[in-house]
Nanobody, 127 residues
Framework: HVQLVESGGGSVQAGGSLRLSCEYS????????LGWFRQGLGKEREGVAA???????TYGDPVKGRFTISEDNAKTTMYLQMNSLSSEDTGMYYC??????????????????????WGQGTQVTVS
């Protein structure tokens, strides 16, 4: 039974930093794609970043150079380090996973359609 649990959201002033975590369990294979998505109030959900099972990373244009996606060595937790936050980064952040497949193209990695498992979300508010 696959589970994804996000944590680390909160309120921060513009220019500050937050680190989100996503603990995942229930899969022990070697091929997967993990992603972070966000949805602001009144906005569509958008892909933020993705990491492949071989360590390759992909970022959405709004967060390039500010956010870093990573995974722990135990392959149980994914992180999103967010720096230089602005009000535009406010929203609910979700982690998502697809197991048995790698991320593929950039558009696939940052698109929602291939992700099968989703966390419950964690709120990030930047003021």
């Amino acid at each position: 039974h696959v589970q994804l649990v996000e944590s680390g959201g909160g309120s921060v002033q513009a220019g500050g930093s937050l680190r989100l975590s996503c603990e995942y369990s229930g899969y022990d294979g070697s091929s997967y794609c993990l992603g972070w998505f966000r949805q602001g109030l009144g906005k569509e959900r958008e892909g933020v970043a993705a990491i492949d099972s071989d360590g390759g990373t992909t970022y959405g244009d709004p967060v390039k150079g500010r956010f870093t996606i990573s995974e722990d060595n135990a392959k149980t937790t994914m992180y999103l380090q967010m720096n230089s936050l602005s009000s535009e980064d406010t929203g609910m952040y979700y982690c998502a996973a697809v197991f048995g497949n790698r991320c593929g193209s950039r558009s696939t990695a940052l698109g929602q359609s291939d992700y099968y498992y989703w966390g419950q979300g964690t709120q990030v508010t930047v003021s």
